[in-house]
């Protein structure tokens, strides 16, 4: 016999009772073709393991192949059958342990008739429990039985599949008659047997299949454990499954959705150098915004994640980012769904008052932009309207103003829009508009000082229109300076956001019609003694892709282009690190 693969054992006794157990159980097991066996098979299989890994013991401490067939003689037929069951095999500690078992008995020098034929069959066997992936076996078979590597498949693991594939891909039989047996329960059973396969590619088509499978009827079911496998897996990106089955993993398993969406929110909040672009592609990538396209009770869910968050870090430019990324996505995706696959904006925004929603939703690309101001003092005067009344109800908690003001931060593209006009407006249009962005940044006066930023926004604005007056140097130091103080973040008014002022001067830097050289000057001196450089290449950004979706007139639009271009290679020269 070859060496033992483990150390020698004081032998413990194999119990009869135990050993009559194990063979009726594999003959009565077969190839675990029913539903009853698969099942049966798959809930003694840690009992299974402990039997042998005990085999194995007893085993090593043989002397020879014909004493351990003379004294075990129920040894070749108990393994055989054990190595032609996929639901054994395909777990891999079992077929590990099937594994040192047979190479336990492989003999190398061969005594008589007997280890002769076991060798033949090991062989066989052997070349059958061999994986691609198991270096140890590969080297083991190559070296001391002289088997070729390219004989090493994965037959017994496609065997399994085929055969589960062609249970789960059948629909409900007992829709046609009710006293027949249905085969929807077979399911149940085919996800427990797929939990060891989670991390083969192999296995990943029979997983999308059941994933994907109608559930026709309460029988129906899932194993919780293969869905909690599959996540894991999928999110460890050991699996790769197709965009529809992955949607239908997050229909199955809540906690894979709120896994997905936490792992967005991680890569937003750490990764440095992310830009917008990045975000979006890696949103699509995600393909969670054609899932909630698809199916609003997932909307509704990653929507209230979003909620919660955002109550936590209000403030946070990132998590905004993602919010406002995410919903554009979400609707581009939702607009490309045939009308009769679609549901109401209602279902997708019950909590957000009617009057706001579809103005909200409505791209300013749909609309003229000589309509925008309208628009947007309807917008303001209505949100102003809803604040006034909440804060005089304090007993109802501010639930309606919250909700309107997420809607905002979802619908971003009007505060962008607001700003734009802010360049051109003048002295008697501004408020309405300024009163939108100071609304977006600091949605109540409780602890944000909503009154004293309208009146900060305002000064900055008129330090702005007369900076963006001048057509050539010297520019007004007193008011640079006044800009500088009121966009640097301030330790004695922390709640003052810098970002408003800050969105205010990209936003005259890039619409105002004067020449280059000023507005360019304007904001390279505001940024770099701010030490906001970073930021202003954010804001920029969202400036520069709300223009690739057509907000902005076609005859300014190659002037804007060029000027944002100048921009992005300006702030770039200033080392800045991008959003």
């Given at each position: 016999m070859s060496q033992p693969l483990i150390e020698p054992q004081t032998e413990p006794l194999l119990d009869v009772q135990e050993m009559q157990f194990w063979l009726g159980k594999v003959v009565a097991w077969g190839q675990a073709d029913s539903p009853e066996t698969q099942k049966?098979?798959?809930?003694?299989?840690?009992?299974?393991?402990?039997?042998?890994?005990?085999?194995?013991?007893?085993?090593?401490?043989?002397?020879?192949?014909?004493e351990a067939m003379t004294r075990l003689p129920f040894l070749g037929q108990f393994l055989g059958r054990l190595c032609w069951n996929p639901y054994v095999t395909a777990d891999a500690v079992s077929r590990r342990l099937l594994f040192q078992s047979l190479w336990g008995?492989?003999?190398?020098?061969?005594?008589?008739?007997?280890?002769?034929?076991?060798?033949?069959?090991?062989?066989?066997?052997?070349?059958?429990?061999?994986?691609?992936?198991?270096?140890?076996?590969?080297?083991?078979?190559?070296?001391?039985?002289?088997?070729?590597?390219?004989?090493?498949?994965?037959?017994?693991?496609?065997?399994?599949?085929?055969?589960?594939?062609?249970?789960?891909?059948?629909?409900?039989?007992?829709?046609?008659?009710?006293?027949?047996?249905?085969?929807?329960?077979?399911?149940?059973?085919?996800?427990?047997?797929?939990?060891?396969?989670?991390?083969?590619?192999?296995?990943?088509?029979?997983?999308g299949t059941l994933l994907q499978r109608l559930m026709t009827c309460a029988k129906a079911a899932l194993s919780k454990d293969f869905l909690d496998a599959v996540s894991s897996a999928y999110s460890s990106q050991l699996l790769f499954l197709e965009e529809q089955a992955v949607i239908s993993l997050w229909c199955h398993s809540l906690p894979s959705l709120e896994r997905a969406v936490l792992s967005l929110l991680?890569?937003?909040?750490?990764?440095?150098?992310?830009?917008?672009?990045?975000?979006?592609?890696?949103?699509?990538?995600?393909?969670?915004?054609?899932?909630?396209?698809?199916?609003?009770?997932?909307?509704?869910?990653?929507?209230?994640?979003?909620?919660?968050?955002?109550?936590?870090?209000?403030?946070?430019?990132?998590?905004?980012?993602?919010?406002?990324?995410?919903?554009?996505?979400?609707?581009?995706?939702?607009?490309?769904?045939?009308?009769?696959?679609?549901?109401?904006?209602?279902?997708?925004?019950?909590?957000?008052?009617?009057?706001?929603?579809?103005?909200?939703?409505?791209?300013?690309?749909?609309?003229?932009?000589?309509?925008?101001?309208?628009?947007?003092?309807?917008?303001?005067?209505?949100?102003?309207?809803?604040?006034?009344?909440?804060?005089?109800?304090?007993?109802?908690?501010?639930?309606?103003?919250?909700?309107?003001?997420?809607?905002?931060?979802q619908c971003a593209h009007w505060v962008q829009a607001a700003v734009q006009l802010l360049v051109t407006a003048g002295p008697d249009d501004c408020g309405p508009l300024l009163w939108l962005l100071t609304f977006y940044h600091h949605p109540t006066n409780r602890g944000h000082h909503r009154t004293l930023q309208l009146v900060k926004a305002r000064e900055a604005w008129d330090h702005l229109r007369t900076l963006f007056l001048v057509v050539a140097p010297p520019l007004p130091v007193t008011h640079l300076q006044s800009l500088v103080e009121l966009v640097t973040p301030s330790q004695q008014q922390p709640s003052l956001a810098p970002l408003l002022v800050l969105r205010l001067l990209v936003n005259f830097t890039v619409f105002c019609q004067n020449s280059q050289s000023c507005p360019t000057e304007i904001l390279k001196t505001v940024v770099e003694r701010s030490g906001l450089v970073g930021e202003a290449a954010c804001v920029l950004s969202s400036?520069?892709?709300?223009?690739?979706?057509?907000?902005?007139?076609?005859?300014?639009?190659?002037?804007?282009?060029?000027?944002?271009?100048?921009?992005?290679?300006?702030?770039?020269?200033?080392?800045?690190?991008?959003c």
């Open positions: 049966d098979t798959c809930l003694h299989l840690s009992r299974l393991r402990d039997f042998l890994q005990l085999l194995l013991t007893h085993i090593s401490n043989m002397g020879s192949t014909t008995l492989f003999s190398e020098h061969p005594n008589n008739a007997v280890e002769r034929k076991a060798n033949h069959w090991i062989r066989r066997v052997l070349c059958q429990l061999a994986t691609e992936e198991d270096d140890a076996v590969t080297e083991a078979l190559v070296k001391h039985m002289g088997v070729p590597t390219k004989e090493y498949h994965l037959q017994v693991l496609r065997k399994m599949v085929a055969v589960l594939s062609e249970k789960v891909g059948k629909g409900c039989s007992s829709l046609g008659n009710p006293s027949q047996r249905c085969s929807c329960e077979s399911l149940l059973a085919a996800s427990e047997a797929c939990v060891p396969l989670v991390t083969y590619s192999e296995a990943a088509p029979l997983i991680e890569s937003a909040l750490t990764k440095t150098g992310m830009t917008l672009h990045s975000m979006e592609q890696q949103l699509t990538q995600s393909v969670l915004p054609k899932a909630c396209a698809q199916h609003c009770s997932l909307f509704l869910i990653v929507n209230d994640i979003f909620r919660s968050i955002l109550k936590q870090a209000e403030g946070n430019e990132s998590v905004l980012s993602l919010i406002q990324t995410f919903t554009s996505s979400f609707l581009r995706e939702l607009a490309l769904l045939q009308p009769q696959k679609c549901v109401s904006l209602k279902a997708f925004f019950p909590n957000t008052h009617h009057d706001l929603l579809v103005p909200l939703l409505t791209q300013p690309s749909e609309m003229p932009v000589e309509a925008w101001k309208d628009h947007l003092n309807w917008l303001s005067s209505s949100l102003q309207r809803l604040t006034e009344e909440e804060e005089e109800r304090e007993t109802r908690g501010q639930c309606v103003v919250f909700e309107a003001w997420f809607l905002l931060v400036v520069e892709l709300r223009l690739n979706g057509g907000s902005c007139s076609s005859s300014d639009a190659n002037r804007v282009q060029l000027r944002i271009q100048a921009l992005q290679n300006m702030l770039s020269d200033m080392h800045m690190e991008p």
